[in-house]
């Protein structure tokens, strides 16, 4: 059970750490667009 929690947490702090450096290269057009779509 220790193991899998283990795994999951590396998992998700993975994810975490991917969304932090997309967020950081996501151009404002992509921002705007996203806005404009929920419009």
Do not use: N
């Not at 059970?1 to 290269?25: K, N």
């Not at 057009?29 to 806005?35: D, G, S, T, V």
Request: aromatic share 16%; hydrophobic share 40%.
């Amino acid at each position: 059970m220790e193991r899998i929690f283990y795994i999951s947490l590396g998992a998700s702090l993975c994810i975490t750490g991917i969304w932090g450096i997309i967020r950081e290269f996501i151009p404002e057009k992509y921002r705007l667009f996203k806005k404009g779509r929920k419009k």
